[in-house]
């Protein structure tokens, strides 16, 4: 999900894009201990994802 993307949401849409991708992350880490990942890549494309979430919000926050 690019910056773009998430400019454009509301909070609540944020708020629960963080829970749907911290679920999807917890998974993958799940899937890649016990057997190795065909893409391995998707678990730091996911942590960033998470990362641009919180930042947003954060930025929303004090902001008003």
Do not use: C
């Not at 993958?28 to 016990?34: D, G």
């Amino acid at each position: 999900m690019k910056q773009s993307e998430i400019v454009q949401l509301t909070k609540d849409e944020i708020i629960e894009k963080l829970e749907n991708e911290g679920a999807a992350l917890e998974q993958l880490k799940m899937n890649h201990s016990v057997s190795q990942l065909e893409n391995p890549m998707e678990i730091r494309a996911k942590r960033k994802t998470i990362a641009r979430l919180n930042t947003e919000l954060t930025k929303r926050e004090l902001n008003g």
